[in-house]
């Protein structure tokens, strides 16, 4: 069963639906102040929208998690998915191994792409399991598990936060009919490093 606090993660994540995404903006109900947004100098920035990150930290802080602290001078809307994708800092956990992570996964859980090279990095909330189904894989004889999730995030491909299968996750058009989702976009079958890392959002005490 989900945990509490991750039920309470997923509905906030919801009520952000149909927001438009502009990358480094941290919509929260009113135009977000020109400062609260990524650094990089960029231009055009409106301030009516919300990118990936902002939305898993909009939601984890609405369901009391306590990011509004200051961690090393990193403000609570600065903290991007290389963020979420370490361990250095407080804000997710992983597992050991993909495959610890894929069998103790649940809704509420993110999955997160630090970025490599000049490929941006991205972050998704893992809405619900569509299906789900246990396996021993043959190769090394151990337990592991085959998800297909449905993901809340805000994206350019749809231009706004939407609840969607996972597809667009994955840029390459030879990997779009998956065995499974999560399984998939774990896998570094181009050697290239651009895959996701199952995590969890982690609740700092007081």
């Not at 792409?113 to 189904?133: E, N, Q, S, Y």
Request: net charge positive; aromatic share 12%; glycine share 12%.
């Amino acid at each position: 069963m989900t945990q509490d606090y991750k039920r309470r993660v997923i509905e906030w994540a919801s009520t952000f639906v149909n927001v438009r995404y502009e990358w480094g903006g941290c919509w929260f109900g009113g135009r977000a102040h020109p400062t609260q947004r990524d650094g990089g100098g960029f231009t055009g920035y409106e301030g009516f929208g919300i990118d990936c990150s902002k939305l898993i930290s909009a939601a984890a802080m609405m369901a009391g998690l306590r990011w509004d602290r200051q961690y090393q001078n990193i403000r609570w809307w600065d903290i991007g998915a290389f963020h979420m994708a370490s361990d250095v800092y407080p804000y997710t956990r992983g597992w050991p191994d993909n495959r610890t992570a894929r069998l103790n996964a649940q809704p509420g859980d993110i999955v997160v792409k630090p970025g490599v090279r000049d490929h941006a990095g991205h972050v998704a909330l893992i809405a619900r399991f569509t299906k789900g189904m246990d396996f021993i894989d043959p190769r090394t004889h151990q337990p592991d598990r085959k998800i297909w999730i449905h993901v809340i995030d805000a994206s350019g491909t749809y231009n706004g936060v939407t609840i969607n299968d996972g597809e667009h996750l994955d840029p390459n058009p030879s990997r779009r009919i998956r065995e499974d989702t999560l399984g998939e976009l774990m896998e570094d079958k181009d050697g290239v490093g651009r895959t996701y890392r199952l995590r969890q959002l982690r609740r700092i005490q007081n």
